[in-house]
Nanobody, 124 residues
Framework: QLQLVESGGGLVQPGGSLSLSCAAS????????LGWFRQAPGKEREGVSC????????KYVDSVKGRFTISRDNAKNTVWLQMNSLQFDDTAVYYC?????????????????WGQGTQVTVSS
């Protein structure tokens, strides 16, 4: 059974940091481009960051550029999202996602498999 499991969410003050991780089971992530999406209350789900199969290409939505860093370790079958300088608007449920059939690059708009999500709350 293909499964993505996120961890690392929580409550943090503005300006703080959190690191999200996503571990895969039932399949090997090396064949997939990966991404992090988020959905805030009352808003549509949006792509936050993605990373290519080799890790050589990454993309970020403008609102997180310079603050978030995506990385992956194919040997550990894991992808991370390091979030620094967190802001109120970063509050959302964060989802890990994997997309197949992407040989090069990655996309902030596509996903074939989803994790269950982890809550990130930025509050003072």
């Amino acid at each position: 059974q293909l499964q993505l499991v996120e961890s690392g969410g929580g409550l943090v003050q503005p300006g703080g940091s959190l690191s999200l991780s996503c571990a895969a089971s039932g399949f090997t992530l090396v064949y997939y481009a990966l991404g992090w999406f988020r959905q805030a209350p009352g808003k549509e789900r949006e792509g936050v960051s993605c990373i290519s199969r080799t890790g050589g290409d990454t993309k970020y939505v403008d609102s997180v550029k310079g603050r978030f860093t995506i990385s992956r370790d194919n040997a550990k079958n894991t992808v991370w999202l390091q979030m620094n300088s967190l802001q109120f608007d970063d509050t959302a449920v964060y989802y890990c996602a994997a997309v197949s059939g992407v040989i090069h690059g990655c996309s902030l708009y596509e996903a074939d498999y989803w994790g269950q999500g982890t809550q990130v709350t930025v509050s003072s």
